[in-house]
């Protein structure tokens, strides 16, 4: 068996690009909230959600090629992405305290353990598309 999300390496390149200008947009969004003294769980939430809202308009028109009924795949996009919110920040807090790293990188590494699952999810749950385990 091989394990494989997509059949097509260029789907993969454009859902990290767009996860590179998701990933922009929260940093900055955080970067912003937190100066102004939002809490850390309330600029993590909006610059997530900012970042996510761009992800489900780019990766549905651009990366997924999709342009059916958006209703399903909004409540499953927004699932995937409040799932994968509370992950990433148990590990962005988790990090934070036991290895003292500082706020910033703790919040891109978070970003960074978050990819595969968001990928995943978004190509076989939210888009509809192929088996994550086919046979050779």
């Not at 390149?13 to 102004?36: E, H, P, Y």
């Not at 970003?111 to 509809?128: C, Q």
Request: hydrophobic share 50%; glycine share 8%.
């Amino acid at each position: 068996m091989l394990v494989n999300i997509t059949k097509n390496p260029l789907e993969f390149i454009k859902f990290c690009i767009v996860g590179a200008v998701n990933t922009g947009i929260d940093l900055v969004v955080f970067a912003v909230l937190s100066s102004w003294g939002f809490s850390l769980l309330m600029a993590h939430s909006l610059s997530y959600t900012c970042g996510g809202l761009n992800s489900f308009l780019l990766n549905r028109k651009w990366t997924f090629k999709q342009s059916s009924h958006t209703s399903g795949q909004l409540s499953k996009f927004l699932l995937l992405n409040f799932l994968t919110l509370m992950i990433t920040y148990v590990l962005m807090v988790g990090v934070n305290k036991y290895l003292a790293w500082p706020m910033i990188i703790c919040k891109i590494a978070a970003i960074g353990a978050g990819l595969g699952l968001n990928f995943a999810g978004n190509r076989l749950w939210v888009f509809k598309f192929g088996s994550l385990i086919e046979m050779e």
